[in-house]
């Protein structure tokens, strides 16, 4: 088979900007991912290098039923923060989200400059359950939908 | 539950030099892990941070039947040499092996500085086989002992 390789400084930009009406949408705009494991044929579990604009977080503050999460700071400065406050992870820094553990979580960027980490998640095949305290929401059920990608179960 | 983080640098040289009789075993000596998904508590898929001396070697050239496996490397520049032959990898480059592509992979620093990268493989339950095609060894069957480590199937 082919070598699978990529160089993130050539992936195109892709903003993920998300529509308005969103939920704390202003927290998210200007932040820039590029899917890495999608890109070089892995589908086990997605890895994503993710940039945060200062100001900026990663996703409203979550936790997961089924699917491990697990982040690893590249460079500048990120605050964790979980249901036991805020902790400053320096570049070089990792944290661990095992599912199943009700312990919402999210990465803020609170310094002057852009920060960016990557993020690994497992990948599970069938539904999945994510949780939202701070906002609103009820537990929200997934799915995956034809790319793999996580949507809501329809009808919900 | 508790907020689970580590730092790179804190964590204890983890020196993985093989045994004299292994298999070209001055491949592997001086190369260092830290088990940062393990240290975080993720146990759906593992990650490691390695740095590989000049000279030597991430693994024996192989491929895995069951388990994606991704790399990126994180500082200095490694070599992947694969079935198509040898690509430079640069910092913040990255490769997929996705789990049954007779691709067999490894990692090489032909540089004369050390080179660090960071591997993500899946951590399934139960058996995998693992296919070593440059050395005289027949395919590996792998199952897990009760601290998750892939180790030989006994009585093989």
Chains 1, 2 share one sequence.
């Not at 936790?63 to 923060?81: A, I, K, N």
Request: proline share 6%; glycine share 8%.
């Amino acid at each position: 088979m082919k070598t699978l390789t990529a160089l993130v400084s050539e992936f195109p930009s892709e903003r993920t900007d998300p529509p308005d009406e969103w939920i704390k949408a202003d927290k998210f705009r200007g932040n820039v991912k590029a899917r890495l494991a999608q890109a070089v044929g892995v589908t086990q579990f997605g890895v994503n290098h993710v940039t945060l604009a200062p100001g900026n977080w990663s996703s409203l503050r979550h936790w997961h039923e089924s699917e491990d999460e697990f982040v690893y700071v590249l460079d500048g400065e990120l605050t964790l923060v979980d249901e036991n406050g805020a902790h400053v992870l320096a570049a070089g820094s990792c944290a661990g989200f095992p599912a199943g553990a009700a312990n919402a979580h999210h990465l803020q960027n609170r310094s002057d400059a852009p920060a960016t980490f990557l993020v690994v998640g497992t990948r599970k095949v069938g539904r999945e359950t994510v949780h939202y305290p701070d906002e609103s929401l009820p537990p929200q059920n997934l799915t995956r939908d034809a790319m793999g990608r996580r949507v809501a179960v329809s009808g919900q």
